[in-house]
């Protein structure tokens, strides 16, 4: 028997939460997530997911409401539902925080995105890197980065290095979502995050060295398949930090995301007006972050799913050497919007994000993973994730492909 504690009650909370339920209910109520509780800063969300699940499986999962950035209160949470793993599908923001409760309380933990501070647009590892020896000692194991991209990508990448290739030289993630909202602008996850996201700079690593480029400054055409040529751009993508490291042999990873223009139209316009600005500034006499408050103006990313069409498709182009050949291959998936909302009522970037959060956190509760300490996903072993993202409805195809991303 074991219990999850899921903390965010957003687009990706309520993909986790219908897809830890299903588990159950296949389970009949024992193993894996026996217990499930939804908790977030609104609790009104998380009842609301909680009757959608209850409607579309049969299982009930308990909510509670929390401030995930008072370490005493989550700790108390936790030992209250009695936790075995939190499963943290809030911001990036509240990841040290969640960390520290999980240490105080002797919890595994898993994310999907890494630690950003709220005043710098900056998201790196090294502020949850630097928890892996407290985390080791405590006998506890936290699991980075168990999303779409971060999380599967990675995963293809252990993949390819454990069946497909001696030596992978080369790596281009390509992530493109060819489906359409019938919105003017709206952010597919959180609009604060992905906005702070896009608006910085691009970043590659090649030969031991990271290189800058300007935000959206690099782009070339990619041919997705199912859905046709698309531009994408240049970006950086914290992946790329673990993998540069974990992949022993590789000389270069970018990432590349594909956008409309109408999109890149509307960012750009808000960012010279100032609305993409992340310090407060004082309106009518109080500080607000425009930012922030554009979000508020946005559709929320959960709601976009009504009336989504269309495919995404994600994945890794490698290029390396196999019995002294060189190949080239691409390990992608395409996932289709409207599918997604009939399963579960999310778009496919929420859809994408949460089963392998799922995967990832049952893996560790029915311990076929286990690493005591602060791992990325892509020290593990690549099969049973693989082989979970087939059963759960991500399935992933490999094809050989020539075409040379410049
Ligand atoms: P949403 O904004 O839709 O949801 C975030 C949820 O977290 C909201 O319910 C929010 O509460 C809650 N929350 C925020 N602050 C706190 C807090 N202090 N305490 C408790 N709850 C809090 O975001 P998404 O669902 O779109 O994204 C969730 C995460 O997934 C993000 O970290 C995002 O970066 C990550 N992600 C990862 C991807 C990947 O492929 N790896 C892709 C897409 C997203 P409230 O409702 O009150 O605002």
């Known amino acids: 028997m074991s219990h999850v504690l899921i903390i965010g009650a957003g687009g990706v909370g309520n993909v986790v939460a219908h897809k830890c339920a299903m588990v159950n209910a296949e389970n009949q109520g024992v193993g894996t997530f026996a217990k499930i509780t939804l908790a977030s800063r609104t609790v009104s969300k998380c009842q609301t997911i909680a009757k959608d699940v209850f409607d579309a499986t049969g299982v009930t999962i308990d909510t509670a409401q929390i401030d995930a950035d008072d370490v005493s209160a989550l700790s108390d949470l936790i030992q209250r539902v009695g936790a075995d793993l ?43 890197w630097a928890y892996r020896d407290r985390f080791k000692d405590a006998g506890i194991m936290g699991l980075l980065g168990s999303g779409f991209d971060p999380g599967v990508t990675n ?39 992905n906005i702070r ?64 223009q109408e999109y890149l139209t509307h960012l750009r316009v808000l960012k010279n007006v100032g609305m993409t600005r992340i310090d407060p500034v004082i309106y009518q006499g109080r500080p607000i972050v425009p930012l922030q408050f554009l979000k508020a103006m946005l559709p929320e990313p959960g709601s976009l799913g009504e009336n989504y069409q269309g495919l995404t498709c ?27 909302y009939r ?64």
């Not at 925080?97 to 790196?124: Q, R, S, W």
């Not at 290739?165 to 359409?180: K, L, S, T």
């Not at 994945?315 to 997604?340: D, E, L, S």
């Not at 099969?383 to 195809?397: A, E, H, I, S």
Request: with cysteine; charged share 20%; glycine share 8%.
């Open 155 to 193: 995963v293809y990448c252990a993949y390819a290095a454990k069946h497909l290739f001696d030596e992978i030289h080369e790596i281009d993630i390509v992530d493109c979502n060819g489906g359409d909202h019938g919105k003017a602008f709206a952010t597919n996850f959180n609009p604060e995050i």
């Open 343 to 406: 399963e579960v009522k999310a778009q496919a970037v929420g859809y994408t994000t949460g089963v392998p959060a799922m995967i990832g956190a049952k893996l560790i509760l029915d311990g076929t993973w286990r690493m005591d300490g602060v791992v990325n996903i892509e020290q593990l072993d690549p099969d049973p994730f693989m082989q979970g993202l087939n059963t759960y409805g991500l399935p992933w195809q490999v094809v050989d492909i020539d075409v040379d991303i410049k």
């Open 314 to 340: 994600i994945g890794c182009v490698i290029k390396g050497v196999k019995n002294g050949r060189v190949i080239q291959k691409f390990i992608y998936n395409n996932c289709n919007h409207a599918a997604c």
């Open 86 to 128: 939190v499963l943290n599908v809030a911001l990036p923001y509240q990841d040290l925080h969640i960390m520290d409760a999980c240490l105080a309380t002797g919890t595994d933990y898993l994310d999907t995105a890494n630690y950003e501070p709220l005043d710098v647009a900056k998201f790196e590892y090294h502020w949850q």
């Open 197 to 260: 996201e896009i608006t910085s700079k691009g970043k590659y690593w090649q030969d031991g060295n990271w290189h800058e480029t300007e935000p959206l400054s690099v782009h070339q055409t990619f041919d997705f398949p199912n859905i046709g040529q698309r531009e994408m751009y240049l970006m950086y993508h914290e992946e790329m930090e673990s993998l540069c490291e974990n992949i022993k042999g590789l000389k270069r990873i970018r990432f590349w995301m594909t956008f409309g």
